[in-house]
């Protein structure tokens, strides 16, 4: 029975994930009806149309499929492989909690406040803006995704650039949706915000929850010999998959 009762460095995080929870939630809502950020919101989607490209569209609507739902779980199918293959039950949990709870939050935000879309969207999208979803996947998955190559880098310098490819990905993604006019600025911080919340979530009782749930009995995989070219072969799937559906898929359009 002991095994199933949390101990106190499990208790520590759980509190505090629950405090910033609570804030982040005050934060929430003073994106919504806060009117100097709707302004804003107003002011950068006029000044994105004018900067509008073809070659740039185009860029940013390959960034913008990373935060598409079917790439996402292609990615995350990827993921859940490389764990598997290492034994890491605790990172499985820690995903498996972030993913759940960053989308449940994002969809029932989506539900209560159901702010139209801008109108100056390029591509058709059947939600409601507020929050983003991409910029909410964007920080959960591929920072969590980002957290596991800085753990695993020895050097000081290799966590740096890491942290920095991290970064530049998340931020790229939430700003192909204000480029293309699919989210307002609030949207996009509102999601960061949700996946935030979720990622630091995530981490604190993640690991715990690996070490004491009844998960932490299941097989997980026999020790395999080649892990590293398997591990190999699950991201080069992983990324030729996305490099097919950024070379074929066709988003609907908004109007001609």
């Given amino acids: 029975m002991h095994r199933l009762i949390p101990s106190n460095?499990?208790?520590?995080?759980?509190?505090?994930?629950?405090?910033?929870?609570?804030?982040?939630?005050?934060?929430l809502g003073g994106l919504v009806w806060a009117d100097p950020i709707i302004a804003v919101d107003l002011r950068?989607?006029?000044?994105?149309?004018?900067l509008r490209t073809v070659t740039l569209t185009h860029?940013?609507?390959?960034?913008?499929?990373?935060?598409?739902?079917?790439v996402?779980?292609?990615?995350?199918?990827?993921?859940?492989?490389?764990?598997?293959?290492?034994?890491?039950?605790?990172?499985?949990?820690?995903?498996?909690?972030?993913?759940?709870?960053?989308?449940?939050?994002?969809?029932?935000s989506k539900i209560a406040f159901q702010r139209p879309r801008p109108e100056q969207a390029i591509y058709l999208e059947s939600s409601y803006s507020f929050p983003s979803?991409?910029?909410?996947?964007?920080?959960?998955?591929y920072g969590f995704v980002g957290y596991l190559l800085i753990r695993s880098a020895s050097r000081r310098t290799q966590k740096i650039k890491r942290l920095g490819a991290t970064l530049t990905l998340i931020i790229a993604i939430g700003l192909s949706r204000l480029y293309l006019g699919e989210h307002y600025l609030?949207?996009?911080?509102?999601?960061?915000?949700?996946?935030?919340?979720?990622?630091?979530?995530?981490?604190?009782?993640?690991?715990?929850?690996?070490?004491?749930?009844?998960?932490?009995t299941l097989p997980i995989l026999a020790p395999i010999p080649d892990r590293k070219g398997l591990t190999g072969l699950a991201i080069a799937l992983a990324l030729?998959?996305?490099?097919?559906i950024a070379l074929t898929y066709q988003m609907p359009l908004t109007g001609p």
Avoid: E, N
Avoid at 59 to 70: R, V
């Fill in 133 to 141: 979803g991409h910029a909410t996947i964007a920080v959960a998955f």
């Fill in 186 to 216: 609030s949207d996009v911080l509102a999601g960061y915000l949700i996946g935030t919340l979720w990622l630091i979530i995530a981490l604190a009782s993640g690991q715990g929850l690996g070490r004491f749930t009844a998960f932490s």
């Fill in 72 to 108: 996402v779980l292609m990615f995350c199918v990827a993921l859940v492989a490389v764990l598997l293959l290492w034994r890491k039950r605790g990172d499985l949990v820690t995903l498996a909690i972030v993913i759940v709870g960053s989308t449940t939050t994002s969809w029932l």
């Fill in 240 to 244: 030729a998959g996305y490099l097919a």
């Fill in 59 to 70: 860029a940013f609507t390959a960034l913008t499929l990373l935060g598409k739902s079917f």
């Fill in 44 to 50: 950068l989607a006029d000044l994105l149309v004018s």
């Fill in 9 to 27: 460095w499990q208790r520590l995080p759980l509190a505090l994930s629950i405090l910033v929870a609570g804030y982040g939630l005050a934060l």
